[in-house]
């Protein structure tokens, strides 16, 4: 099955209450965004794999309304839902976890989970990524997007007071981000705090460059009004 557009409310509202029964994944995405066009690829080839599951694009900026529904901030942003039930909020960041999603919660890999197996030696041991390895995936994560939060939860759901202020933060200044939940990816977690050479989360990138935490977010915007513009390089 292809990927289905979304140009209007009718339209997606028509779609998602046809077969509630039926698997959905939402997918929001931007043209400006650079992930997107990736995950755009990714998104496509996974449609044609899994017919069985209902594939719907949405821009986040033309579909505004939609986007304000699901309180999508960030893009690339992945929604499985099932019976209008959210069963997984994903920042599309990495592929695998929405591949690792959609085999969770498809109707296959349901009936499958009834036949509970012992896993193997090699099914429970992860390699753990060399240092160089690492490294080079942190460079990538951190210039995903212009500006890449680093937070504990999602931007609709932080884990944390400080992540939520500097969501908070950076909704009030209309600054347009990517994010990544560090609770989910450990090896991402301990290893920014020595990439970044800060111990603590949120952490926040701009243009690939370390800013800072909450704090020091607090005081570049008390110093320059216009910090974000002036760090992204954009006119006033």
């Known amino acids: 099955m292809s990927v289905i ?8 509202t028509k779609l998602t209450k046809e077969d509630p029964s039926r698997l959905i994944a939402l997918y929001f995405h931007t043209s400006w965004a650079a992930p997107c066009q990736t995950m755009n690829s990714v ?5 044609q794999a899994n017919p069985q599951v209902t594939f719907l694009s949405l821009d986040a900026d033309e579909q505004q309304e939609i986007s304000e529904l699901f309180e999508v901030s960030a893009v690339p942003y992945i929604i499985l839902i099932r019976n209008s ?6 920042s ?12 969770q919660f498809s109707p296959a890999e349901a009936k499958k989970e009834e ?27 951190t210039s995903a997007a212009p500006v890449m ?18 969501v908070a933060i950076l909704r009030e200044n209309q600054v347009r981000f990517g994010f990544f939940d560090i609770l989910k990816d450990d090896s991402v977690r301990q290893g920014l705090k020595t990439f970044s ?9 701009i243009n690939g460059e370390f800013q800072g935490g909450l704090d ?7 110093e320059d009004p216009d910090f974000f513009k002036n760090a992204l390089g954009e006119e006033n």
């Open 149 to 166: 939060l680093f937070m504990k939860g999602s931007p609709s759901a932080p884990q944390c007071g400080f992540s939520r202020q500097t």
């Open 43 to 47: 998104v496509a080839t996974l449609a």
């Open 5 to 12: 557009e979304i140009t209007s409310e009718e339209q997606f």
């Open 115 to 141: 036949k509970t197996q012992e896993p193997t030696p090699a099914e429970t041991e992860k390699e753990e990524p060399t240092e160089e390895e690492l490294n080079e995936r942190l460079k990538k994560l």
């Open 85 to 90: 039930t959210i069963l997984k909020e994903l």
């Open 216 to 222: 020091i977010i607090k005081e570049s915007l008390e």
């Open 92 to 103: 599309g960041v990495d592929p695998k976890d929405f591949i690792a999603a959609l085999k």
């Open 197 to 205: 050479d800060w111990p603590t989360f949120p952490q926040l990138y």
